[in-house]
């Protein structure tokens, strides 16, 4: 009987140390559930570089992707979604733990992952996790150039209608935004917009549909693009060129003040460098 007992117990152990769920031991037990932190798929947090092998047709793709005191990633890999166009489409995937915060994974590496194209990169762009795009146009090879919000070529610095997108991305502004007016020299830059507020409906003539809230933003031309200087509802040069003594009057020394219906009713976009002005 006690050799029976013994036999039972040494099979129970070797079961439970077969139990894998994580290298470097088990994982502590799920805090809402009491069981073993399962490992679920997951994409990468970020994608933060693409590079071409020496054949040109294998990616070496690099994304951010959890860590903590054990293992906390499996499987990590990349895959093509679509047969290869005029674009290479790819998905980055990995099993982890680190949805619950018990399993210690509370901290990002970087791993990389490798998939090999059918044919040549060429001088196609790779889009990886749908909206993340690499493109070797402008890049230093074997690196691939990150684009940005704006695309890979983004339009120059300029009295442009594409170049004011991007001053007004650069302050946050709300979707659906529309210009209300612009003053531009190319080096310097007024910019009114505003967005329609209230319920959704086809009545111009009623003022619940037709109500809008607005901004006005003042910028400078830098490389990158238009740098937001300040932010204000008055008339005039007053807050732009106490921030900014260089702003040329000759854009600003006209301007009337927001009428009231158009001031903001919440602080400045996050995304701003600039701290509201009112004067």
């Known amino acids: 009987m006690a050799a029976t007992l013994g036999a039972v117990i040494l099979l129970l152990l ?13 994982r502590p037990p799920s805090q809402s559930t009491g069981e073993p932190i399962p490992w679920t ?14 054949d040109h047709r294998t990616l070496i793709v690099t994304s951010q ?5 054990r293992a906390c990633v499996r499987r990590l890999k990349a895959v093509l979604t679509d047969p290869v166009t005029d674009l290479v489409r790819v998905q980055v995937t990995f099993t982890s733990p680190s949805g619950d915060r018990a399993s210690g994974c509370t901290r990002e590496s970087t791993g990389t992952a490798r998939v090999r194209l059918p044919e040549p990169l060429g001088d196609r762009d790779v889009i990886v996790d749908n909206y993340t795009r690499f493109t070797a146009d402008g890049a230093e090879p074997p690196a691939l150039r990150l684009c940005g919000k704006l695309g890979c070529t983004p339009a120059a610095t300029g009295c442009t209608s ?5 001053a ?3 302050v946050g502004a709300p979707e659906h935004t529309y210009r209300s007016s612009e003053r531009c020299d190319g080096r310097w ?17 009623d003022p619940a549909c037709s109500s809008r809230l607005g901004d006005r933003w003042f ?4 490389k990158s693009g238009w740098e937001p200087i300040v932010r204000t509802s008055a008339g005039g040069c007053g807050a732009v060129r106490r921030r900014e003594p260089a702003f040329p009057p000759a854009l600003c020394a006209s301007l009337a003040p927001l009428p009231p219906a158009l001031h903001p009713t919440y602080p400045p976009p996050s995304s701003s460098k600039s701290p509201d002005t009112t004067g």
Request: glycine content about 16%; proline content about 5%.
């Open 14 to 26: 070797t079961a439970c140390g077969n139990k894998v769920y994580g290298q470097g031991g088990e």
């Open 41 to 54: 798929t997951m994409q990468p947090s970020a994608v933060t570089g693409v590079r071409l092998g020496g």
């Open 65 to 69: 992707v959890p860590s903590g005191a």
């Open 162 to 166: 594409a170049s004011y997108d991007q």
């Open 168 to 170: 007004l991305m650069a």
């Open 189 to 205: 830059l007024v910019l009114d917009f505003s967005w329609r507020t209230g319920p959704a409906c086809g009545d111009s003539t």
């Open 219 to 222: 910028f400078r031309a830098k």
